[in-house]
């Protein structure tokens, strides 16, 4: 099966979002998808693009992405946080995983970052196992803390 990893360009973005949604679908989140087209497009082509994306193709079609965007650590400097690896489900077991990572850790390395994260749901064993059969560190005595954009509003109602 021939797969071609590049960098994304700003017309895969419709393709990203279909693979995005698939994502959500399988993380039992279906209706958590907001963004959009645009969205995407803007946040990572515009002016001060916020995520650089890599994609799986076969036969001119995206059926993975790496999404990721650099954040910085007061322990280590800078990180590359990889925000979603996702893999067209009917595509998964090919290698296609293992070749978005591979891109998304040579990239960190060419940035110099000091650490490359992202996280796991804990009930996704086969993913938590791949993550780990690549030396990943799966920490799981932490826990991920979100505020989402009610709770900011709630949050912020109180001050």
């Not at 497009?41 to 790496?66: H, L």
């Not at 960190?108 to 560190?137: H, M, T």
Request: some cysteine.
């Amino acid at each position: 099966m021939k797969i071609h990893i590049r960098k994304a360009e700003k017309n895969d973005m419709s393709q990203i979002l279909e693979r995005i949604k698939e994502l959500a679908v399988f993380e039992k989140e279906p209706d958590a998808v907001e963004i959009t087209v645009s969205d995407l497009e803007y946040d990572g082509f515009g002016p001060k693009p916020k995520f650089q994306c890599f994609v799986a193709e076969k036969e001119e079609r995206i059926v993975g992405i790496a999404l990721t965007y650099t954040r910085y650590s007061t322990w280590k400097g800078e990180v590359l946080h990889l925000e979603d690896l996702i893999v067209e489900e009917s595509m998964r077991g090919h290698g296609i995983g293992t070749q978005l990572l591979d891109k998304v850790v040579q990239y960190g390395n060419e940035l110099g970052v000091k650490r490359i994260s992202w996280e796991v749901l804990d009930w996704n064993e086969p993913a938590i196992s791949f993550y780990q059969s690549k030396g990943a560190d799966v920490k799981r005595d932490w826990d991920v803390v979100h505020l989402d954009q009610n709770g900011i509003k709630n949050y912020l109602a109180k001050l």
